[in-house]
């Protein structure tokens, strides 16, 4: 028995691995997923430094002229690196327009909209006339910024700083205080993150908390996560079209005269198995070696790896029987197209939900939502991959749900597989899927 299984391992696993498409999958596969990451870091200081003109209608009469200040100096001191003197920001140039009577608000601020569309400037901006002290009239206290795309315009962003700066002189001036009496008033202190200092038991010595790093907490969990969500899309969808490839040419019936139908399923979902280990193994070693290159070892998490290649092989058997037995139903390439996306739900439904895990990995819904098996393969990674970790109870309970569901599915999938595999011209339904898993 292990003999005929062992035959059709190494039948799959070299149709797969010999092939061009697999190597170029290995190579493009990563450059895909990552493609964004890649693109970001080579063009992260290609930035527009193109000029660009805004309008202020200040209603208070004091931003204007601190906005006027603060532009000078940005304009000098910021904008060109210290080094090379190139231009690496584009220069802001503000032009102020007398503010409408409060009636016609709306019609300047149409006009200006349209001028803004006609290219003559690139937005403006709209003080109110109760910044200064908005508690006493709420109604008047805006700040309104108007552009074709203001909420990822970098000028917004920067002209928060000097409005509020100046807003806090003017209320201390206000109320009758020096601003140089409390010169400590205006200096901003960052909170920090930072882990949770811990205490060698040998010397005893305390060991200083490492900083929080926002590429360990939420980048590396990720990245393990759709690596093994790539390692599934490489072989499961694979194993549905192969069986039904096999099928239709008549190939399984000439098969199935020496083998037995769990055989010929069981080679075809370990042959799977196979050719995952070997991406898996280039991406992991590969992987490893280019972090520990760049000194970001520290923030890699080598002792999931193991846990890694356990979930990785329950998850293609779990999924890969299923597939291999939606295969078996399908006389024809659209059945077997139809059928792919509710193979790959189960695998795609992590992803709805990977932020709010990656984010609060100890929460109740983080820890429930890790323990149901059809998903604990990838959300169990996400969690154990962030640096609060999770107790060793948790991926052990979980590992074993994978493995019981796991053998459930290889179970019932090959009782559906046994009846389908022989039958053609019959549409795939899941009323009779379920008909032959139950009662065989």
Known sequence: MLRKIWIIVEREYKA????????IGLILAPIFMGGGLIAFSLFRDRVDTTDKKFVVVDYTGVIAPALTEALEYRNKHEIFDEKSGEKIKP????????????KKKNEQEVELSNRVRRNEFHSFLVVGPGVIH??????????????????????RRWLNWPINNHLRKVRLADAGIDETEVSDLFHWVGVEGLGLVTMDAATGQVQGAKKANEAEAILVP?????????MMMMSVPGMLQSVMEEKTQRIA??????ITPFQFMMGKVIGGIAVSLTSSAVYLIGGAFVVRYLGFDDYVPFEVFPWFVAYMLLAIIMFGSIAAAFGSTCSEAKDAQSLTFPVMIPMLFPMFVYFMVVKEPMSTFSTWISLIPPFTPMLMLL???????????????????VLLFALLMVWLSGRVFRVAILMQGTPPKFSNMIKWALKG
């Open 91 to 102: 220069a802001y140039h503000m032009e102020v327009v007398e503010p409408a009577d409060t």
């Open 222 to 230: 990720i990245v393990l996560m759709m690596l093994m969500m790539l």
């Open 16 to 23: 797969s691995v010999r092939t061009k498409g697999f190597i």
């Open 253 to 258: 019936e000439v098969l199935l005269g020496s």
């Open 134 to 155: 908005p508690t006493d009239n709420p109604e008047d206290a805006y700040i309104e910024y108007h552009a074709r795309n203001a909420a990822m315009d970098d000028l």
């Open 383 to 401: 969690r154990q991959a962030t640096p609060s970790g999770v107790p060793l109870w948790q991926p052990i309970v979980g590992l074993a749900g």
